[in-house]
């Protein structure tokens, strides 16, 4: 999802997206040298000013990984890059095969003869769009000569200032997707929302489980989870979560010291990680209140679809005076898996309708 040295080695496929974007960016850098040429050699007076320099792009591009950890969110979104799917920009939607029934007849018999059936398998479908994001932000043409002295100061500021808002709309995206993208009938969806997330209604009424885990008791919180929380997760063949994402107030109230006749045995968080399946327990910002996030951390379960990984592209300038203008662009999708017989690895809890 960006561009890190790890990710980068020849004939991977993130590899192959950073260099087309280095690929649009010496297109721009020749097109925009042409224009200064054309420009000085009529005599233009304002022409005689340096192009967009590897410098400049390097500091950019050095820029996009030190911010993708800031926004609230980041760390789910980071913690999942590893079962990330990279795919060429053309795609628009991954869809995936459900296997489904086959005859269940195994013979065992001395002579090999008993009868079985040669039958196949049938498949279901489902599959999630790769929306394109982007966003834009410019630098006056007069201003960027005087960034000639004067460093790249205010196109990486007006860079910082933007990528921050995009980076919002990415978590959200990797969150609870975008309700307005629906491709080949199959909506975007983010980890709280889609359809094959497993949620527990952890409000009251109907189907609630009726906890606050903001201020439930050790107890009531040992109860929660070794009850309706490791039923969901048994029903669905899950041995244990890999993270449990909780929002801040959960993770107080887990922090709190939990005394067992009479003596000290740590937090209530230590407490529950020995007897409860899920291997780690993480706060964040992303999720308020009584509401928690977790999944197996499979590229079989959940991972992120990546058809154009965070790069800033410039737009190409007519005119010498004509302002330079970039463009943060990403290609990127969710992808919650069920197998035919509908078990996933993705759960969410909160105070659901």
Known sequence: MFYVRNA??????????????WAARRYFGNTDAQVLA?????????ANVQGVTDRFWAAFDTQA????????????????????TVLPVGKTVKLYNQVGEID???????????????????YGQDGDPIPIIQAGFGVNWRHFQGLQSEGIDLALDSRRAKQREFNKKLVGLM???????????????????????KKINLGSGAGGANIDL????????IAFFQGPFASLVI?????ALDVLWVSQEIWTNLGKVYVENGVTVGTVRDYL??????????????????????????????TPLVGMPVGTLPLPRPLPETNYNFRIMAAMGLQVKNDAAGLGGVVYGANLA
């Open 175 to 197: 969150l609870d997707g975008a309700p307005n993208i629906v491709v080949e009938q199959y909506p975007s969806q983010g980890l709280r929302n889609h359809r094959n997330t």
């Open 214 to 221: 903001t201020t439930a008791t050790a107890a009531e919180m």
């Open 104 to 122: 269940d007849t195994v013979a065992i018999s001395i002579d090999g003869q008993a009868p079985y059936s040669f039958d196949h398998t049938g």
């Open 235 to 239: 029903a669905n063949r899950v041995s």
């Open 273 to 302: 990680l020995r007897f409860i399946r899920v291997r780690d327990i993480r706060p964040t910002f992303a999720l308020t209140g009584n509401e928690f996030l977790g999944y197996v951390r499979d590229r079989d379960i959940v």
């Open 65 to 84: 990984v030190e911010l993708r950890n800031t926004e609230d969110g980041m760390e789910i979104v980071n913690d999942l890059l590893t079962v990330q």
């Open 8 to 21: 980068l080695q020849e004939g991977s496929p993130m590899r192959a997206h950073f260099d087309a974007m």
């Open 38 to 46: 054309n420009a000085q050699a009529a005599g233009y007076p304002i």
